[in-house]
Nanobody
């Protein structure tokens, strides 16, 4: 099983940007679909975006136009560029391998385990 580790989180002001990375180890991403999720304390983990092996992309409505997902298979990395950040984007961000890309990302996960996540905090 390929292990995915998230990085790049931090504290930024509203309107700011961050670049999150999801790095694979123990194997290659290959043609696997990869998704990004976030969790706010007290709320269910939410799938927000995914990218297929063919670079097809999906975003939930609340992040469309602000977040951009991409993948670099040579570097075994999937990146989520976060722009025009809002306080409600605050949470722990996770990536995971998926069986497919589209709505209801939680139901599309390939494995049950999660990586450590990376904290994103939007605050003035």
């Amino acid at each position: 099983q390929v292990q995915l580790v998230e990085s790049g989180g931090g504290l930024v002001q509203p309107g700011g940007s961050l670049r999150l990375s999801c790095s694979a180890s123990g194997g290659t991403l290959g043609w696997y679909t990869v998704g990004w999720f976030r969790q706010v304390p007290g709320q269910e983990r939410e799938g927000i975006s995914c990218v297929t092996g063919g670079h097809g992309r999906y975003y939930i409505d609340s992040v469309k136009g602000r977040f951009t997902i991409s993948r670099d298979d040579d570097r075994n990395t999937v990146t989520l560029q976060l722009s025009n950040l809002k306080p409600e984007d605050t949470g722990v961000y996770y990536c995971a391998q998926l069986n497919s890309c589209g709505a209801n990302l939680l139901s599309r996960r390939r494995y049950d385990s999660w990586g450590p996540g990376t904290q994103v905090t939007i605050s003035s």
